[in-house]
């Protein structure tokens, strides 16, 4: 079946047409002819029926356009007598305008003329009412009845408004202030009975006569002047039973104030309003004049202590929770009113007390670190005192450092964390001036002792040194990640997103309005340097190590010294130039090694011994400050990696700087023969076996003299 619709197609292809009729064939083959002929004959009827429909839309176009045409005449025709209608309407607005316009601007005169007479006679109605009025006012104050005469006085002052600009205003208005003085000093001995009589109704009614007379922010004014006298009464009585002491101060913010704060906030509430200001304001002026000032009560308890930084954190607690319970007493009441400034200056009233103590926290904390250090002691002749002041004297400086860092945190919150460490390195400097004190002391003792033997106490004193130098390496390491630690976790508060959150009453807040103005600049620095990795203490950490290098350097040098003493007379010795005047040679068999040599072997195989008692049980504090600092002559091929290993160090160094010695010493030697050669060389022999049989490896220099004088 031919598709006759694909005719219409934009894109028609007769060829494409003609071979799809074809395929639709059951046998193409034997129906081609046939199928063409058919096909031919259904195209020429289709081209037929579409010739006929053109003609007949064609005939119906020509009867249509005759009539299309007419009314096209029609429109037209009423287009143009609409238009001139138009013109006629635009004519008749106009004449309109042009005729009312005069008529328009004479009402409009007589409008503004109406409204000025009306404003004259309502002024001049008002002037004769104010007449009538202060003519009645003297009658009506003589009444003495207060309603009366507020209503009057309230008639007065709406007269009085109207008149505003006028001539005598001044004067009238002058006149009605007099009267208001009067009425208010008649209401005001009424409204401070009620306040003092918590008399909610009576002073209900006096508070809203002040009111009508534009007097209501007198209301406020004496309920503060009421209650701040009956506060001063109860500090005056506190101070009499408590002195000025800090119970003294605790007792009146907490029993006098907060305990009737509550019912204080919902009855100013209820009958003067805007409770949370009037009470900031209360509570300000209270603080103001209470005398003796909460300043010098400060004062007096903070010099009266000891330890004055404790006495002002004491206060600054006492202090902080007095203020966090009435900001939590009104917010609780859900009161909005409260004025920023009298916030502001509640906050100022409060904490003022301390801001002498905040400003000189750097001198507060360095006179509780001298405190702690005026009780260590340090002139001790005795050994077994001078080893106790060792083990003590830098635990408690360290504890007092710790607690320096607490006071900061619970005094200022962090903020003076940079004055801190200043004063801590300063303090340090001071302490480390009386450890080297302390071992130049121990030092001048061993000029004291013999040169023969060893002073094992003072050995003892010097061990106890270095292993003091390693427990404050040790606790400055752990001082300084607490420190970081403690002071970060507070800092990362100011420094974060929710600083802008700190509520105004934040100590934060009033510290940094109230001292150094260059202070959250310095914390800001102070911060980058907590968050970074660098040494906070690393001038302590360098003084600790020079102090250890000098302690290591004391014992050696009290090890080495009998043995030192005898390696400096080896050159002036006279078997070096003897010679032999026989002609048998003694043979090297039958040389012995001499007293000088015998006795330094002696001195060296009895060290192990001698050090046992002092090195078998050393802490992990001697052990970090002898890797933290090297003695005298180390050896640099070996670790020590074990704390049984301690005193083959000290025996190592000592060895080595026997060897060193006699080598110089045999080197400065003036004249030496050759039978001395060979007694030279019999004592260095003698001198390595000792070595060796202590376990050390022999000096290579001194190996190489003993082979080549042989």
């Given amino acids: 079946m031919a598709d006759f619709t694909r005719f219409t197609d934009d894109n028609f292809d007769p060829v494409d047409w003609i071979n799809d009729a074809f395929r639709s064939l059951d046998d193409p083959i034997k129906n081609r002819e046939n199928q063409a002929t058919t096909m031919v004959t259904k195209l020429q009827l289709f081209i037929q029926e579409v010739n ?15 009539r299309v045409v007419k009314d096209i005449e029609t429109i037209k025709h009423e287009t143009s007598f609409l238009d001139s209608q138009m013109c006629a309407v635009a004519d008749d607005i106009h004449q309109v305008e042009s005729s009312t316009s ?60 109207t008149l505003r600009g006028y001539a005598e205003y001044s004067a009238r208005e002058m006149q009605l202030e007099g009267l208001r003085d009067r009425l208010e000093a008649m209401v005001s001995p009424e409204l401070v009975d009620s306040v003092s009589n918590k008399h909610t109704m009576n002073a209900t009614r006096w508070v809203r006569t002040l009111r009508s007379i534009d007097r209501g922010d007198r209301a406020a004014f004496y309920y503060c002047r009421t209650k701040q006298r009956a506060f001063q009464i109860e500090w005056r009585r506190c101070t009499m039973e408590y002195g000025l002491t800090d119970i ?67 206060i600054r607690s006492i202090i902080t929770n007095f203020v966090n319970e009435v900001d939590s007493i009104v917010s609780g009441k859900k009161i909005i009113d409260s004025n920023k400034d009298y916030i502001i200056t509640f906050i100022d009233s409060s904490w003022r007390p301390l801001l002498p103590f905040l400003i000189s926290y750097s001198d507060l904390e360095c006179e509780f ?10 002139n001790c002749d005795d050994i077994a005192a001078m080893r106790d002041s060792l083990l003590h004297n830098p635990t408690m400086f360290f504890d007092a450092l710790d607690e320096s860092v607490t006071h900061c945190l619970l005094f200022t919150d962090c903020l003076s964390a940079p004055s801190l460490i200043v004063t801590i390195l300063m303090n340090f400097s001071i302490f480390s001036l009386k450890m080297t004190d302390f071992l130049n002391r121990v030092e001048l003792l061993t000029h004291q002792t013999s040169f023969n033997d060893v002073d094992w106490q003072l050995f003892g004193i010097s061990l106890t040194l270095i292993e003091t130098c390693g427990m404050m390496l040790s606790r400055l390491s752990s001082f300084e990640s607490e420190l ?17 959150q700190q509520p105004i009453s934040s100590f934060y807040n009033y510290y940094l309005m109230n001292c150094d103005e260059n202070q959250f600049d310095k914390l800001e620095v102070f911060y980058r340097e907590m968050k970074s990795s660098a040494c906070l203490f690393k001038d302590i950490e360098d003084s600790i190590d020079i102090l250890n290098g000098s302690s290591q350097k004391l014992s050696f040098d009290l090890l080495f010294s009998p043995i030192k003493h005898l390696t400096d007379s080896i ?39 001698q050090l046992e008692p002092f090195l078998s049980s050393a802490s992990s504090d001697l052990w970090l400050a002898v890797r933290r600092a090297r003695l005298p002559f180390p ?4 670790s020590f990696a074990d704390h049984d290993e ?36 019999i004592d260095l022999q003698y001198l390595l076996n000792v070595v060796e049989s202590l376990g050390i490896s022999s000096n290579t220099n001194l190996t190489h003299n003993h082979h080549g004088n042989g």
């Fill in 52 to 66: 006929q429909s053109i003609v007949d839309l064609s005939n119906q176009t020509v009867n249509n356009l005759s």
């Fill in 484 to 500: 970081r630690s403690k002071f970060i976790t507070v800092l990362d508060k100011y420094f974060s997103n929710e600083t802008s």
């Fill in 571 to 609: 050159a002036s010795l006279d078997i070096w130039s003897v010679v032999n005047q026989g002609d048998i040679e003694i043979p090297s068999f039958g040389l012995v090694p001499q007293e000088y040599i015998t006795q330094i072997g002696s001195l060296l195989m009895s060290l192990p011994q």
């Fill in 102 to 161: 005069s008529v328009m601007n004479r009402l409009v005169e007589l409008d503004s003329s109406l409204s000025k007479l009306e404003v004259v006679s309502k002024t001049l109605r008002e002037a004769d009412n104010w007449t009538m009025l202060s003519v009645d006012a003297e009658s009506v104050m003589q009444t003495g009845d207060i309603n009366i005469i507020a209503e009057q006085l309230v008639a007065m002052a709406t007269s009085l408004r």
């Fill in 646 to 681: 301690l005193a083959l160090c000290w025996l190592s160094s000592v060895v080595r700087a026997t060897m060193h010695h006699l080598s110089q010493s045999a080197l400065l030697i003036p004249l030496l023969t050759d039978d001395g050669a060979r007694h030279l060389v």
């Fill in 369 to 378: 670190i001298g405190e702690r250090c005026e009780s260590m002691s340090w």
């Fill in 248 to 314: 003294c101060w605790s007792r009146f913010l907490e029993n006098s104030i907060i305990r009737h704060l509550n019912d204080e906030v919902e009855w100013c509430d209820a009958v003067i309003g805007s409770a949370g200001s009037v009470i900031y304001l209360l509570l300000s002026q209270t603080l103001n004049s209470l005398d003796p000032s909460p300043t010098q009560v400060l004062s007096t308890i903070v010099t009266a202590d000891k330890y004055k930084i404790e006495a002002v954190i004491n």
């Fill in 635 to 638: 050896d640099d091929e070996s």
